[in-house]
């Protein structure tokens, strides 16, 4: 894919789709600013991705905070020069029945998913729009059409649609493209948090998943990593706007 030399930030890739993402982004060249909230998970794995030969950086990042988010653009320029690519990955689940729900709940997955999203657009389309160039990759999922449990959740991700469409009609003028996956049901650590959760074991979870799409098994970190490396890369300059369900059926 054409990202080579290019320089990404990818927030939530401490771990998960984020960690997969970040390390597929420098196996085809990409420079890579690896964003968590936890650094410790951050700094795993961006010195994987250098062990390996790749480019990469460390930064500690709560999206949902503007000085943070700052703090992390400032760090990746001066780093690497530029701005090419942002990937809004990171997130959170607060999941509870709309009866048992709380403010605090409510607020916390709002404040990662869309305003996290809101604040790291903002930012990068600074440089995007000076330099004529920019991808923006935003992370809705199916919740967006509604899941039991996630009120919080699935209002995030559909705002998220929102503002994916938004940004490709604001920013397509200075060539910077702005889309969306949608990931179905995928093996990770907040999958099997979940599954804990919920009393089932992981396996009988993802039997469960697996059984309700078209192709008949869940789905990883590297199955998503690749529609977002597609929506960056120089190969997709035609395409915004649109949100890719990566789900495994129809």
Same mark, same amino acid.
């Given at each position: 894919m054409g990202v080579q030399n290019r320089v990404a930030v990818i927030t939530g890739a401490g771990r998960g789709i984020g960690?997969?993402?970040?390390r597929q982004f420098a196996k085809n060249g990409a420079n890579v600013v690896v964003s968590d909230a936890y650094f410790e998970m951050a700094e795993e794995t961006a010195k994987g991705i250098v062990a390996e030969g790749g480019e990469a950086i460390a930064v500690s990042c709560d999206v949902s905070v503007r000085q943070q988010v700052e703090a992390m653009f400032d760090q990746a320029v001066k780093t690497f020069g530029r701005?090419? +690519?942002?990937v809004n990955n990171a997130g959170i689940i607060r999941d509870e029945l709309v009866y048992k729900m709380s403010d605090d709940e409510f607020d916390a997955v709002i404040n990662?998913?869309?305003?996290?999203?809101?604040l790291c657009a903002q930012v990068a389309q600074r440089y995007m729009v000076a330099q004529n160039y920019g991808r923006i990759i935003n992370f809705s999922s199916t919740s967006a059409l509604g899941n039991r449990g996630q009120v919080n959740y699935s209002a995030a991700k559909a705002g998220i649609q929102g503002i994916t469409k938004t940004l490709a009609i604001e920013l397509g003028r200075y060539q910077i493209t702005c889309n969306a996956v949608a990931p179905g049901f995928i093996e990770t650590d907040m999958t099997k948090?979940?599954?804990?959760?919920?009393? +089932?074991s992981f396996e009988k979870f993802k039997e469960y998943a697996a059984n309700e799409n078209a192709i008949k098994r869940v789905g990883t970190p590297f199955d998503v990593a690749n529609a977002v490396l597609f929506f960056a890369s120089d190969e997709s300059s035609f395409?915004?706007?649109?949100?890719?369900y990566v789900r495994g059926g129809v």
């Open positions: 960690a997969e993402t970040a701005v090419d +690519i942002l990662v998913h869309l305003k996290g999203t809101f948090a979940t599954a804990e959760r919920m009393g +089932i395409i915004t706007g649109q949100v890719l």
